[in-house]
């Protein structure tokens, strides 16, 4: 329930903030925004937690106030680069000496057995692929980073009062940061299985049992997966 809340939270949002940003609505930014904070606070609110009804008070609160004084849009300049950075840093972060890293902790849910007892080229292929995760991420958040210091009118740098060298416009920012971005992720998704499919070929029955095996890792599994 949570998780499928949050994935038409996360698609409504993709669509506003880009509406939003290629049409110059600061309504649809503040749309935006409040659907935003929904998708962050959605489990605690589903659980009724009093924190989590009051910090999206204050959010929604902050939200208008951002509005009311025409900077709804400003940032939805940032989600994409904080987003996308954060994952990346959790890629990174798992690659360190003494921690799993999370390809292999899939792998290890999948199969059922301690990440230890992984063969040992699944392993090493899980490891080299959750390195190329991070590393596609930063490039991504990077990316998103400088197109929103180019945008213009209204861009990091514009905002600053500094005249971007290159200028583009907010719907060429929104293009690549609000729905771009997904399908390069996805792309890499899916090619990324089929040639794992070849390498692996006694490992693997098709993409959709693939994706009915990954979810029937539980909730408990993916609530537990970035900690």
């Known amino acids: 329930m949570t998780l499928a809340l949050q994935i038409v939270l996360a698609v409504a949002y993709a669509l506003l903030a880009h509406g939003a940003s290629a049409g110059g609505d ?14 962050v606070l959605v489990a605690p609110l589903l659980r009724l937690r009093p924190w989590a009804f009051a910090l999206a008070a204050a959010s929604a609160a902050g939200a208008w106030w951002l509005f009311r004084a025409g900077l709804a849009a400003l940032p939805l300049l940032l989600v994409p680069v904080v987003f996308v950075a ?3 840093w959790l890629f990174g972060r798992s ?3 003494g921690r799993v890293p999370l390809i292999v902790r899939i792998v290890s849910g999948l199969d059922g057995v301690p990440p230890e007892r992984l063969p040992v ?4 292929y899980a490891r080299g ?11 991504l958040g990077l990316a ?10 209204g861009g990091l740098l514009a905002q600053a009062g500094v005249a971007p060298p290159w200028p583009i416009t907010h719907a060429q920012w929104s293009w690549f940061a609000n729905l771009l971005n997904y399908g390069i ?3 890499f998704f899916v090619l990324e299985f089929l040639w794992r499919k070849r390498r692996f070929p006694e490992r693997h029955h098709g993409f959709i049992t693939f994706l009915r095996r990954m979810g029937a890792l539980g909730p408990a599994f993916w609530r537990d997966f970035l900690r």
């Open 129 to 139: 692929l959750t390195a190329v995760w991070a590393g596609l991420l930063a490039l």
């Open 121 to 124: 080229d699944v392993a090493r």
């Open 95 to 97: 690659l360190r000496p």
């Open 185 to 187: 992720v996805g792309g």
């Open 144 to 153: 998103n980073l400088v197109l929103a210091l180019l945008a213009s009118p």
């Open 26 to 39: 600061a309504r649809l930014a503040f749309a935006a925004l409040l659907v935003l904070v929904a998708l």
């Open 86 to 88: 954060f994952v990346a």
